[in-house]
């Protein structure tokens, strides 16, 4: 008698296969690891780190300085590599990728914003030379160039400062210059790493503006590195990492109040891994002197957590 699966069955399974993580992600890490080693020194900057960003998102990492959110922004960027786990950006696998193909990676499907303006544009070039020139390495023709150049500069505030250099320019319409940049060929993500960490309030709105419509009217997925709270404050989702993994999120929602006016409403949550680890946030453990151990009781519909109390015993 034969016991093989005839095709119908083969097809039954198939379709009934788990969805794999993040398949249909924008951006999708997965246990994701890095570790420096030098000079003897091992430091492991991310620990397993999990982390979906969807298409068209605005996502603000934050975190305590060391807490990772810099190296996996690298990482994202290509400018890294990892040493373990799974990184997806726009279905490029930064793991396994040879240095044209990650050459090409930087180069078309993701844009990068730093925080010091000095590193992001040419200083003899003018605003509009500065656009043009990714799009001069990718091929594009002159007239193209030109008119895709200044319309961007259009979009993000700078269309007057177009034949003026960064010498000329305020830091502001410097990091709005590099937005355009950072945009010119079309990119499908933009990172940006502090982007108004050395501006003054008013000039840090009005870069996060222009990062705004980058991601609402082109559609560019985009995530920020920040410490500024009123970019924290004013994202689709922020996103906090604590000691190499990702550790709460805050969701934002649009709705309407009694009045018919819109208001944005915003709910924190701590993140489950997919490995089951929670980090607890160190204010609720401090005040209830949790550390070691803590016991665990499954309720109806919740999960009771105390600290141990099983040396006060024997005290």
């Given at each position: 008698m034969n016991d093989a699966p005839n095709l119908a069955e083969l097809e039954r399974r198939a379709g009934a296969r788990a969805s794999q993580y993040g398949e249909n992600a924008h951006i999708v890490c997965d246990n994701l690891v890095r570790i420096y080693r030098t000079e003897g020194v091992e430091v492991i900057a991310l620990q397993g780190l999990d982390l979906l960003v969807g298409k068209g998102e605005m996502v603000a990492l934050v975190g305590a300085s060391g807490s990772g959110?810099?190296?996996?922004?690298?990482?994202?960027?290509?400018?890294?590599?990892?040493?373990?786990?799974?990184?997806?950006?726009?279905?490029?696998?930064?793991?396994?990728?040879?240095?044209?193909?990650?050459?090409?990676?930087?180069?078309?499907?993701?844009?990068?914003?730093?925080?010091?303006?000095?590193?992001?544009?040419?200083?003899?070039?003018?605003?509009?030379?500065?656009?043009?020139?990714?799009?001069?390495?990718?091929?594009?023709?002159?007239?193209?160039?030109?008119?895709?150049?200044?319309?961007?500069?259009?979009?993000?505030?700078?269309?007057?400062?177009?034949?003026?250099?960064?010498?000329?320019?305020?830091?502001?319409?410097?990091?709005?210059?590099?937005?355009?940049?950072?945009?010119?060929?079309?990119?499908?993500?933009?990172?940006?790493?502090?982007?108004?960490?050395?501006?003054?309030?008013?000039?840090?709105?009005?870069?996060?503006?222009?990062?705004?419509?980058?991601?609402?009217?082109l559609g560019v997925t985009t995530v920020i590195v920040t410490h500024d709270p009123d970019v924290a404050g004013n994202v689709d989702r922020t996103v906090g990492i604590r000691d190499g993994r990702t550790s709460s999120e805050i969701l934002r929602r649009t709705t309407l109040d009694a009045d018919g006016r819109e208001e944005i409403v915003a709910a924190e949550y701590a993140v489950l891994d997919r490995a089951g680890r929670l980090q607890l946030p160190r204010e609720f453990t401090s005040a209830l002197e949790m550390k070691d151990r803590v016991r665990l009781a499954l309720e109806t519909d919740h999960i009771g957590v105390w600290p141990d109390r099983s040396h006060d015993d024997h005290r």
């Open positions: 959110k810099s190296t996996l922004l690298n990482i994202l960027a290509g400018l890294d590599v990892p040493t373990a786990g799974v990184a997806r950006v726009a279905d490029a696998d930064l793991l396994d990728m040879s240095g044209r193909e990650r050459l090409r990676f930087r180069r078309e499907l993701v844009g990068f914003v730093w925080q010091q303006t000095g590193r992001n544009l040419l200083p003899y070039l003018s605003a509009a030379e500065n656009v043009e020139m990714p799009m001069r390495f990718a091929g594009r023709g002159r007239k193209d160039r030109r008119s895709r150049a200044a319309e961007l500069l259009e979009l993000m505030g700078v269309g007057h400062r177009a034949g003026a250099r960064p010498a000329e320019m305020s830091g502001g319409e410097q990091q709005r210059v590099s937005i355009a940049v950072a945009v010119a060929n079309q990119p499908k993500i933009i990172l940006a790493d502090e982007p108004t960490g050395e501006l003054d309030t008013a000039t840090g709105a009005e870069v996060f503006g222009a990062l705004r419509r980058a991601n609402r009217e």
